[in-house]
């Protein structure tokens, strides 16, 4: 599946248009050090002017090059990204629901990674949830009952279990080499009683058949370089 991360995670980017470059003292929560891999959203999100627009229409022609018949086409689910931003909140949030109606328009399937439960803003910014594919990989950044009552397509991508970061050490489960492949057959299944912090977020169901179809979209694993 394609993906274009943005507006964070975006240093491939930012390298090539550094104007278009988060400044350091616009990033919260002491993230200042990864502000260069990040779009700078300031300014009127009506505007083409504004560093929003420009950054905005940046991301959007990006896509224009690869939404083609000959590349991505209107068979393909493709991912926005939107995960990690550390600049204005709000700013985010408008962005990523430019981003949904945009490739959305294109006739396409819109996956994105959750953030929208760490990213509130101040709660006037509603993000477009209707046939979009949220990836929740961590409850506290999307909270699945939240987002399952919101109406977003659920995939199950919690990094503690289905991670893996490899860097040499052999270590098995989250952010490690390997999964726990054997705990994962042996125990894990998309949607159980209510023992996991996936499942604690999720709303009550009565049966195993219930519980399966709140997870809606189902799940994936992740390996991150």
Do not use: C
Request: aromatic share 10%; proline share 5%.
């Amino acid at each position: 599946m394609p993906e274009i991360d943005a507006p964070g995670h975006s240093g491939a980017f930012t390298k090539v248009r550094p104007d278009l470059m988060l400044p350091q003292n616009q990033a919260v929560n002491g993230n200042a050090k990864r502000a260069g891999e990040q779009f700078d959203l300031s300014g009127d999100v009506n505007s083409k002017d504004s560093q929003y627009g420009k950054s905005l229409s940046f991301v959007q022609g990006v896509w224009d090059e690869y939404l083609t018949d000959n590349m991505f086409d209107d068979s393909m689910t493709v991912h926005i990204g939107t995960d990690e931003y550390y600049g204005e909140e709000n700013a985010f949030r408008h962005f990523s629901d430019d981003m949904i109606k945009y490739i959305q328009g294109k006739d396409r399937t819109v996956r994105m990674w959750g953030s929208l439960t760490q990213i509130d803003g101040d709660g006037t910014v509603p993000v477009k949830s209707e046939n979009v594919q949220l990836n929740v990989w961590n409850t506290g950044y999307s909270n699945p009952k939240q987002m399952y009552n919101d109406g977003f397509d659920l995939i199950n991508t919690l990094d503690g279990s289905l991670y893996m970061v490899p860097n040499g050490s052999g270590s098995r489960g989250g952010y490690g080499d390997y999964l726990r492949t054997e705990d994962l057959y042996k125990n894990w299944i998309l949607y159980t009683p209510p023992v996991t912090p996936w499942e604690l977020g999720m709303p009550e169901a009565s049966d195993l058949t219930e519980r399966k179809e709140l997870s809606k979209a189902g799940s994936i694993t992740g390996v991150k370089s």
